[in-house]
T-cell receptor
Framework: AQTVTQSQPEMSVQEAETVTLSCTYDTSENNYYLFWYKQPPSRQMILVIR??????QNATENRFSVNFQKAAKSFSLKISDSQLGDTAMYFCAFMNGMNRDDKIIFGKGTRLHILP | GAGVSQSPSNKVTEKGKDVELRCDPISGHTALYWYRQSLGQGLEFLIYFQGNSAPDKSGLPSDRFSAERTGGSVSTLTIQRTQQEDSAVYLC???????????FGDGTRLSIL
């Protein structure tokens, strides 16, 4: 069975700094999708970034980028020039790309605090 | 276009009562998911609908929980004889076949007194 592990329950960084959130996963599949979701105190889950496993190039969305290491089964999220609005829970998630009937598996999350 | 809509936003009810939570997915999305999130915790998968296929109910915690999806669109999650441990935020998400990213609603915060 696939699993997703986020080893950092909580992190704090100063505004404008760069922070990296870790995520590792376990799967025997070759084709899959990886996601990072953000959940601010308002509780809405917001998709931050996604990566298809067959793409070697790391996904980037403005200040957010990933370091996808397929062999190591690692999918870390880097937030550059962090802002107060980045304060939220961040969830890493995995989806099997071959089986249309599969579901997304979420990690337990990392609570990120951006300090003024 | 409209996102995933959930109602009610908040629900307070007495232990033992039945509750129904509603989810309106994004138009055209074939997949619909229900999750439960207890305070400060991650997401717990409950049930998954994909098109006309039989739903994946593997995450439902007990037979007091059920869900249906009418006409491949709106879904209702029903909790019968509610217990205090059912208190949580219930999140709904939908996705399309083309883009497997799940889009979430704002959730329903359920409080059992």
């Amino acid at each position: 069975a696939q699993t997703v592990t986020q080893s950092q329950p909580e992190m704090s960084v100063q505004e404008a700094e760069t922070v990296t959130l870790s995520c590792t996963y376990d799967t025997s599949e070759n084709n899959y999708y990886l996601f990072w979701y953000k959940q601010p105190p308002s509780r809405q889950m917001i998709l931050v970034i996604r990566q298809e496993a067959y793409k070697q190039q790391n996904a980037t969305e403005n200040r957010f980028s990933v370091n996808f290491q397929k062999a190591a089964k690692s999918f870390s999220l880097k937030i550059s020039d962090s802002q107060l609005g980045d304060t939220a829970m961040y969830f890493c998630a995995f989806m099997n790309g071959m089986n249309r009937d599969d579901k997304i598996i979420f990690g337990k999350g990392t609570r990120l605090h951006i300090l003024p | 276009g409209a996102g995933v809509s959930q109602s009610p936003s908040n629900k307070v009810t007495e232990k033992g009562k039945d509750v129904e939570l509603r989810c309106d997915p994004i138009s055209g999305h074939t997949a619909l998911y229900w999750y439960r999130q207890s305070l400060g915790q991650g997401l717990e998968f409950l049930i998954y609908f994909q098109g006309n296929s039989a739903p994946d109910k593997s995450g439902l915690p007990s037979d007091r929980f059920s869900a249906e999806r009418t006409g491949g669109s709106v879904s209702t999650l029903t909790i019968q004889r509610t217990q205090q441990e059912d208190s949580a935020v219930y999140l709904c998400a939908s996705s399309s076949d083309r883009d497997k990213s799940q889009h979430f609603g704002d959730g329903t915060r359920l409080s059992i007194l």
